[in-house]
C-alpha cells in the first residue's frame, strides 16, 4: 500500500471556512514570510500563534487513499475472509484462530469504511506553522490567517469567547479597519 505522507502539502491550499466569511479568503501575494508578517505588523492587531485547521484534500491525496482502500477490498480483505471460512472448518480444534481471523477481517472492514468516509469528506486537519500564522480579532470572531507560498490566507474562524471580548474590543476595531481598506484594495 503507497501512504500518502503524513508532512504532504499540497502546493495550493484551499481551507474549509465558514460560507459567510466576513473577510477575504486570500489576503494578498507575498514573495516572502517576511514581506507576508510585516503586512500583517503594519495592517493588523495580530498575535502569531498555532491552529489546527481543516483544509481540503486535493486529488493527490483523493487518489492515494482511494488506491489504499481499493487494495485492502480487493487484495487484502478476500484473503482474509478465505482463511476465516477455513479456520470455521477446524473451530472444534482451533476455536480461538478462528475467532483472530474474524477480528482481521472486521479491523479491514473498518479500515475500508473510514478510508472511504475519509475520502468523502475530503478534509484534513492540518497542523499550521506559528512563525507563520497569525490570529486577528474582529466583530466577536477570530480569524487566523497563514502565509503559504507567497499567498496569505485565511484559515480558520472561530467564536471569541466572552471572557475575551471585552479585552480585545480595540483590537476588534482596529482590526475592522484595516479589512475595510484591505477590501477596498482588492476589489
Request: hydrophobic share 35%; glycine share 2%; proline share 3%.
Amino acid at each position: 500500500m503507497e501512504i500518502v505522507q503524513k508532512d504532504y502539502t499540497p502546493a495550493e491550499l484551499e481551507f474549509k471556512l465558514p460560507e459567510d466569511l466576513a473577510i477575504p479568503k486570500k489576503l494578498g501575494n507575498f514573495l516572502t514570510e517576511e514581506e507576508a508578517r510585516e503586512f500583517v505588523a503594519k495592517s493588523f492587531v495580530a498575535t502569531q500563534t498555532k491552529v489546527e485547521a481543516t483544509r481540503l484534500m486535493d486529488e493527490y491525496e483523493k487518489e492515494k487513499i482511494r488506491k489504499d482502500y481499493i487494495t485492502e477490498l480487493e487484495e487484502v480483505l478476500p484473503v482474509l475472509e478465505e482463511k476465516a471460512g477455513e479456520k470455521h472448518l477446524l473451530a472444534e480444534q482451533a476455536k480461538q484462530t478462528a475467532k483472530d481471523a474474524e477480528d482481521m477481517v472486521k479491523m479491514s472492514n473498518l479500515k475500508v469504511r473510514d478510508l472511504a468516509k475519509e475520502v468523502k469528506a475530503g478534509v484534513k486537519k492540518m497542523e499550521l506553522e506559528i512563525k507563520n500564522t497569525w490570529r486577528i480579532p474582529m466583530d466577536g470572531k477570530y480569524y487566523f490567517c497563514t502565509y503559504h507560498n507567497g499567498e496569505l490566507l485565511v484559515a480558520k474562524v472561530k467564536e471569541i469567547p466572552e471572557h475575551e471580548k471585552q479585552d480585545l474590543l480595540n483590537s476588534m476595531n482596529d482590526n475592522k479597519s484595516a479589512f475595510k481598506k484591505l477590501k477596498i484594495r482588492t476589489a
